[in-house]
């Protein structure tokens, strides 16, 4: 665990910490209750509209519900899966790893965010702007170790 906060390795942590915390932002959206007719009406329509895939036939709203879980989840174990990398890279490999993750995980939420600019979606545009300077950082401090 000291590996976390060691110099080079901090803003790869805070960077993997707010990727978790995007995906717990993300996926508490789901309770909330409709603010307004308008939007209450949209999830009956969405309700009552059904799509089949496949073999499986399911309401539009159930296949957003499902698609809005996964992207939490998903956002959940990248935070993750950095950490647990973090933790278990040998010393002398780490640093470089951590600047290549860093640069891939920059360039996926920049696309993200560039997306959500386009889309027009403010809440997910923050977020990954965010994300995307926390791994442009990361990726910049990265090659910065303790000396021992």
């Known amino acids: ?12 942590t805070i960077a993997s910490l707010l990727t978790i915390t ?18 209450a ?13 496949g073999p499986m036939t399911m309401s539009f709203d159930g296949l ?3 698609l809005w879980l996964q992207v939490g989840a998903l956002l959940a174990l990248l ?3 950095n950490i647990v990398l973090l933790i278990c890279l040998p010393d002398d490999a780490s640093h470089k790893v951590i600047r290549a993750l ?7 939420y920049a696309g993200l965010a560039m997306t959500f600019y386009i889309v027009v979606i403010p ?9 995307t300077l926390a ?4 990726a910049i401090s990265s090659g910065h170790r303790a000396t021992t």
């Open 41 to 53: 009406a949209a999830i009956e329509a969405m309700e009552k509209a059904k799509v089949e895939i």
């Open 1 to 12: 665990m000291k590996k976390l906060l060691e110099r080079g390795n901090r803003a790869f």
């Open 22 to 39: 995007v995906a717990i932002a993300h996926t508490t959206g789901l309770t909330n209750e409709p603010f307004n007719e308008e939007w």
């Open 79 to 81: 935070g993750v899966k």
């Open 135 to 138: 791994y442009l950082i990361a």
């Open 64 to 66: 957003f519900l499902g």
């Open 102 to 108: 860093s640069i891939v995980d920059c360039v996926g």
């Open 123 to 131: 809440p997910a545009l923050v977020s990954f702007v965010v994300l």
